[in-house]
């Protein structure tokens, strides 16, 4: 019914920069809230940051001041900039979304299936 496809992750310097971004598509009536989340190995899935459909933003208190979300309603995308990259910021980097379909009122949370970022010399 409805996917979410990320791209932009890859390999970078500690210091350096990556801009990730992620497409929703399908059946979608409305776009809620949308986020990032990160897993590391070994780790649990913590969340990076999220943007209201008014885009009212939250983050996570480590990547504050260094990653910003941005959504485009019309594009039905999130990006999210990482500046100042760190190698604890290694992980791979999930999207989420809550929408409301055609099918039914009541949204609900699809996941993309990931992008690996690596912060290493």
């Known amino acids: 019914q409805v996917q979410l496809v990320e791209s932009g992750g890859g390999l970078v310097q500690p210091g350096g920069s990556l801009r990730l971004s992620c497409a929703a598509s399908g059946r979608i009536f409305s776009l809620n809230a949308m986020g990032w989340y990160r897993q590391a190995p070994g780790k649990q899935r913590e969340l990076v940051g999220s943007i209201s459909s008014g885009g009212s933003t939250n983050y996570a208190d480590s990547v504050k001041g260094r990653f910003t979300i941005s959504r485009d309603n019309a594009k039905n995308t999130v990006s999210l900039q990482m500046n100042s990259l760190k190698p604890e910021d290694t992980a791979v980097y999930l999207c989420?979304?809550?929408?409301?379909?055609?099918?039914?009122?009541?949204?609900?949370?699809?996941w993309g299936q990931g992008t690996q970022v690596t912060v290493s010399d």
């Open positions: 989420n979304a809550y929408v409301i379909t055609y099918d039914g009122p009541r949204p609900r949370v699809y």
